[in-house]
Nanobody
Framework: QVQLVESGGGLVQAGGSLRLSCAAS????????MGWFRQAPGKEREFVAA????????YYVDSVKGRFTISRDNAKNTVYLQMNSLKPEDTAVYYC??????????????WGKGTLVTVSS
């Protein structure tokens, strides 16, 4: 399995921006589809964004389309989530995950420990 470590979370005001990073080790990231998921207090983990192995395809949950951008740098073994126009409802722990194909939470093989994003109103 690939080991994943997220960073870049923090406290930001509504309308602000953050960029999350997910650094991979142990395996070559280019062999994996990558996803970002989030879990708010008292809620189930939900899909946020995903990117295919070659970065040719990206996917987003409707609530973040036009505000979030997922990207990857396979040479750096890193995946990013640029988050703009943040809203209080984006507050959650954000997790990076890797899998053989783009999939929901149950289809991803490896997970990071998460990074907390808090958006104040």
């Amino acid at each position: 399995q690939v080991q994943l470590v997220e960073s870049g979370g923090g406290l930001v005001q509504a309308g602000g921006s953050l960029r999350l990073s997910c650094a991979a080790s142990g395996r070559t990231l280019s062999n994996y589809a990558m996803g970002w998921f989030r879990q708010a207090p008292g809620k189930e983990r939900e899909f946020v964004a995903a990117i295919s192995c070659s970065a040719g395809n990206t996917y987003y949950v409707d609530s973040v389309k036009g505000r979030f951008t997922i990207s990857r740098d396979n040479a750096k073994n890193t995946v990013y989530l640029q988050m703009n126009s943040l809203k209080p409802e984006d507050t959650a722990v954000y997790y990076c995950a890797a899998g053989p194909v783009v999939a929901g939470p149950s289809g991803m093989d490896s997970w990071g420990k998460g990074t907390l994003v808090t958006v104040s109103s």
